[in-house]
């Protein structure tokens, strides 16, 4: 039988997408089964539907009882199935016996790995407390675990990897609502004006969100996208600037002078919400479009056109307040002063604008029990100061250059003892040798990952995780204006001898006798705890992967319904916190440095078809993109005489990397660019290992240098040098 | 001819490449072969902002099969309800006669089997009255299968209805 009439397409243009067939539909018959979960490739965690046949996946889709997600899956969530088949990951518990990174392992069994990470942690724990152990992951919907684990042990430093991505964002967000990036979600869909700082849609790509974007432009949406880099993205938009590197913010200061100027901002909003506007006035007057020229590049009559533009859109627009924002020094204002164009848009709580994020309690709905509940809170001064000694940095997320610098130097106290939980510092954070000095100082470093991760390879233990199809994980809540809970259900048996984190997690505990603290039989145990008296059932949320606790997105009356936990209660364009700290709410904006007539910023940014460098190493997504020759503007290649497909060699300091050249004026002249998570060093990883060049080993000198108000690493603040070499044959 | 178009709607295309690896994973392929490929035509500099257009090549199923005529052992084949080309692997003895005869590059090399692959619009999966691989799974929902028939029927109706929304022209 063949079909005789397709259904209509799934485009965002014709919601008709109803049709979509689910191998649900098509399995079954033949033994096949559908486990619905949560897709591992990236931290986005979509909703996955599995399609199991004789205990192997088959088939990976998109979970369509997610309606925006519908079947769609993206080219990493699809190679989901090749990473299962990998053979070129951790199998077993390793224990080094060679020097750090020299990459002598002895395979062990679990309970000799275990043992003899509790025995360690024992040893440093006796010696010098509990908070001598410090915890990273990437944070995000499972972070709950960690910070149990953590809170369990009496540590109180638990890091996210956020100051090597958003925490700019994040603090942004906290000093002007009280809320952090999460609490603030973009409704995209919806929108008629969206401007974009680099936040590249289209390659950082997150299936639901890509998706809306490109209903968005269908339906006549316009797109502002600002980047020294053409990506994506900006092919998408409808506007697009080549912004000179680190003046963003100089932009952002001379429309705000033109929304104030020009009194195009929504007076009633303002009036009712926010405080603090005629600290705003000052500190962008004379921030004229013509100064902003000088800097940035724009003409000031562009600027002054999409002014215009944007007012007549209000207030439907969004200023997307970015994500991976660990870019230079003045980043958090880049940020909050494009929160803070929302506000005057008064596109706040709007549809097409921005959306507070609704928990349970906001529908007056019990959430998910968390982990951490009942158990005592840790006391202890953070060793980076977050929340105490730096009132402004959030301490559920940590500085992570602040733990390295601790590490380093033993001040104000020691940190012997160190878990990368599915986190690879040695690829995330700016210059890996810097990382490596401070790593050299522990007496314990363990990594659990599913991947030889740089860090893993560099570690003294590494506990495999078993992958995301082969393990059930604790259960999300998705906040959002139509918050869910979403559960990771076990698909597959592990092929290796892995073990799932809360399982790893329970084991050290119990090994240290404090298995009281962590009493879960298994993840079925977990899983009905989280969800006790919500009204939601463990059979509901298997059945469907994903359930909505809302029928409809939900929208605050934004006269009297609205609540911003800033220390006032108001929308603070002066912030209380950042004035307790010390620090400016709007700073002058500073101009970045002259570069010579060799030196070039480095810029780095994401392709669609890898995670960072989580995915390098995966069979067919290695094969789309083995490596990252770095790009250059044809104006500049010809002053060094370099030719398109010449080998170069980019350097900064002492280090170096050779790679190929792509001559092409989609990056400003004053920079280069590369794709990130390149230049793989683990020999295990056999595909990926030596392919590309690795931009984070040119950030030399740049692990201490951080937006001081928002915490982020100043990464694009790296200058190299770039000449043409002759490369024997 | 092939019944069946691949329809690709360009400008909703995100070039994310996922369809290919929805392509393979359906076929079990490894590192090498793509029955279907996005081809980026660009990034080019243009104002307000530069432009890439995303052209999808699978294979176009054609009437007069270069690959078909071409295969000395009969496993390229046609179906006859639906017009789909298709390569059947116990036949092919890996001559490669195809891949050099097909001019839209469609026919694929697999250097695991040792055989050539190609596109047979997922005629399995149309079988079990589901969608293909890669119009199920595409991100963005650009792709679709449509009967060559119906299609300038779809487009002028699509046509006509931005024509009046006021988008078109
Ligand atoms: S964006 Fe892609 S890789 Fe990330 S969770 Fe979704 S499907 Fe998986
Ligand atoms: S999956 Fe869809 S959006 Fe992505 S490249 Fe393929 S056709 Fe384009
Ligand atoms: S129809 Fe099937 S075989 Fe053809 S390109 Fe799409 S996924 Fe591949």
Redesign the interface.
């Known amino acids: 039988?063949?079909?005789d009439?397709?259904?209509?397409?799934?485009?965002?243009?014709s919601p008709t997408?109803a049709h979509?067939?689910s191998?649900r539909?098509?399995g079954g018959a033949d033994g096949s089964r559908i486990v619905n979960s949560l897709c591992g490739m990236c931290a986005t965690h979509c909703p996955i539907q599995v399609e199991v046949r004789e205990g192997r996946a088959v088939?990976?889709?998109?979970n369509p009882n997610d309606r925006t997600m519908?079947?769609?899956?993206?080219?990493r969530?699809?190679?989901g199935?090749?990473l299962e088949d990998d053979d070129e990951r951790p199998r077993q518990p390793m224990i080094r016996v060679g020097a750090r990174g020299a990459g002598q392992w002895r395979p062990v069994g679990w309970d000799e790995a275990l043992d003899y990470v509790a025995g360690k942690l024992a040893e440093a724990i006796g010696r010098h407390g509990s908070r001598t152990v410090a915890l990273s992951d990437r944070g995000g919907h499972f972070a709950d675990l960690t910070r149990r684990f953590l809170r369990a042990l009496g540590s109180p430093n638990y890091f996210d990897h956020d100051s090597s991505c958003a925490s700019n964002a994040h603090h942004a967000a906290r000093s002007l609502f009280g809320l952090g990036r999460a609490g603030l979600s973009y409704d995209i869909k919806e929108t008629r004006h969206i401007v974009l700082y680099g936040r590249n849609l289209?390659?950082s790509?997150m299936?639901k969100e890509?998706?809306d974007f490109?209903g968005a432009l269908?339906k006549?949406a316009r797109c502002t996208?600002i980047d020294p880099r053409?990506s994506?993205t900006?092919?998408?938009?409808?506007?697009?600037w080549q912004i000179r590197p680190a003046t963003d913010y100089a932009l952002n200061l001379a429309i705000i002078h033109e929304v104030l100027a020009d009194g195009l901002y929504d007076r009633k909003f303002v009036a009712r919400w926010v405080s603090g506007m005629d600290y705003l006035a000052e500190a962008v007057r004379g921030c004229t479009p013509e100064w902003q020229e000088a800097h940035t590049g724009i003409p000031a009559a562009e600027l002054r056109a999409f002014v215009r533009e944007i007012a007549e859109d209000a207030p439907n627009v969004i200023f997307h307040g970015g994500w991976m924002t660990a870019r230079h020094r003045q980043s958090f204002y880049v940020s909050r002063t494009a929160y803070i164009l929302n506000v005057l848009m008064g596109a706040i709580e709007v549809p097409g604008g921005v959306v507070l994020a609704k928990g349970p309690a906001d529908l007056g709905r019990k959430g998910l029990n968390r982990l951490t509940a009942g158990m005592p809170e840790v006391r202890e001064e953070r060793v980076d100061g977050a929340g105490r000694r730096l009132p402004h940095i959030d301490p559920a997320a940590g500085l992570l250059h602040r733990l390295f610098a601790a590490m380093e130097c033993g001040a104000p106290y020691p940190i012997t003892a160190y878990v990368a939980y599915r986190h690879d510092p040695l690829t995330g954070a700016p210059d890996p040798e810097a990382v490596k000095r401070a790593l050299d100082r522990l007496d314990l470093l363990v990594a659990i990952d599913v991947n030889y991760s740089e860090t893993a390879w560099y570690s003294d233990v590494i506990l495999p995780e078993t992958t995301y199809l082969e393990r059930g994980g604790i259960i999300a809540t998705l906040p959002g204006p139509k918050p869910a809970f979403a559960i990771r259900d076990q698909a597959l048996a592990p092929r290796f001898d892995t073990r799932p984190a809360w399982w790893i997690f329970r084991e050290v505990l119990r090994r240290l006798g404090l298995g009281g603290r962590f009493d879960f039989d298994g993840i079925e145990d977990i899983w009905r705890h989280q969800l006790e008296g919500t009204g939601v059932t463990l059979d509901d949320l298997r059945a469907k992967g994903v359930v909505p606790l809302a029928e409809r997105p939900v929208l605050f009356d934004r006269e009297d319904g609205l609540r911003f936990p800033t220390p006032s209660g108001t929308i603070e364009m002066r912030s209380a916190v950042l004035d307790k700290a010390g620090l400016p709410s709007l700073a002058p904006f500073a101009a970045p440095a002259e570069l010579d007539e060799g030196e070039f910023r480095l810029l780095f940014g994401r392709t669609?078809?890898h995670t960072h460098g989580q995915t390098m190493n995966n069979?067919?997504?290695?094969?789309?993109r083995p490596d990252n020759p770095v790009w250059m503007h044809p104006d500049r290649a010809a002053a060094l005489g370099i030719a398109d497909g010449d080998a170069v060699e980019i350097s900064r300091g002492g280090t170096a990397v050779v790679t190929t050249v792509e001559v092409t004026?989609?990056i400003h002249p004053e920079a280069v660019f590369l794709f990130h998570g390149y230049g793989r060093t683990v020999p295990a990883q056999t595909r990926a290992c030596g392919r590309g060049v690795a931009d984070q080993r040119l950030q030399t000198g740049m692990l201490h240098t951080f937006d001081p108000a928002g915490g982020g690493s100043a990464m694009t603040e790296t200058i190299v040098r770039v000449r043409r070499i002759e490369v024997p044959e | 001819m092939s019944t069946f178009v691949l329809v690709h709607e360009s400008e909703d295309c995100i070039g994310c490449q996922a369809c290919e690896v929805h392509c393979k994973t359906n076929k079990g392929l490894g590192a090498g072969p793509a029955p279907c490929k996005i081809v980026a035509v660009g990034p080019v500099a243009a104002a307000p902002a530069p432009r890439v257009r995303f052209v999808f090549l699978p294979c176009f199923h054609c009437a007069d099969a270069a690959c078909l005529n071409a295969c000395p052992t009969g496993a390229v084949r046609r179906r006859d309800a639906d017009g789909i080309v298709f390569i059947e692997a116990s036949v092919c003895i890996g001559c490669k006669s195809c891949i050099v005869a097909c001019p839209w590059g469609a026919a694929q090399w697999d250097p695991e089997t040792r055989k050539a692959v190609k596109c047979d619009l997922c005629k399995d999966r149309l079988d079990a009255g589901l969608q293909p691989a890669c119009v199920t799974k595409c991100v963005t929902g650009c792709l679709s299968l449509s009967k060559a028939a119906a299609l300038p029927d779809d487009r002028r109706r699509r046509h006509a209805a931005a024509l009046a929304a006021g988008i078109g022209g």
């Open positions: 039988m063949t079909v009439s397709p259904g209509p397409g799934t485009s965002p243009r997408g979509m067939s191998a539909e098509g088939w990976l889709q998109g519908g079947t769609s899956l993206c080219a969530g699809a190679a199935l090749t289209v390659e790509l299936v890509v998706k490109i269908g006549g996208y053409v994506l900006a092919c998408k938009a409808t506007r697009y669609a078809v069979p067919l997504l290695h094969d789309m004026p989609l």
